[in-house]
């Protein structure tokens, strides 16, 4: 499987950016999805988690309310809309992909970008 992310970029605080992460090569609505992100100097955190038929949606506290994660099954993809975006949103965002319900991701795309300027 192939993920990959993009979207990302510099944005003002208070902005918005939508992020997308394209799969290939497996049945992408048999997985579950998930955004993470990765701060410079800091420990990858999650983000956000969609499941297959998108009718469970979880949010980290600090984005709930302000980031939206959606899926296309039929495009194969899956997007995060950021609203509201804070410095400290600063990262690079990966997508994950897992087949399982439970345990590690199986599957990661390189990662995108997002810088937000206050």
């Known amino acids: 499987v192939q993920l990959q992310a993009f979207g990302g970029g510099l944005v003002q605080a208070g902005g918005s950016l939508r992020l997308s992460c394209a799969a290939s090569?497996?049945?992408?609505?048999?997985?579950?999805m998930s955004w993470f992100r990765q701060a410079p100097g800091k420990e990858r955190e999650f983000v956000a988690r969609?499941?297959?038929?998108?009718?469970?949606?979880t949010y980290a506290d600090s984005v709930k309310g302000r980031f939206t994660i959606s899926r296309d099954n039929a495009k194969n993809t899956v997007y995060l809309q950021m609203n509201s975006l804070k410095p400290e949103d600063t990262a690079v965002y990966y997508c994950?992909?897992?087949?399982?319900?439970?345990?590690?991701?199986?599957?990661w795309g390189h990662g995108t970008l997002v810088t937000v300027s206050s």
């Open positions: 969609i499941s297959r038929s998108a009718s469970i949606t």
């Open positions: 090569g497996r049945t992408f609505s048999n997985s579950h």
């Open positions: 994950g992909a897992r087949y399982s319900d439970t345990g590690l991701y199986d599957y």
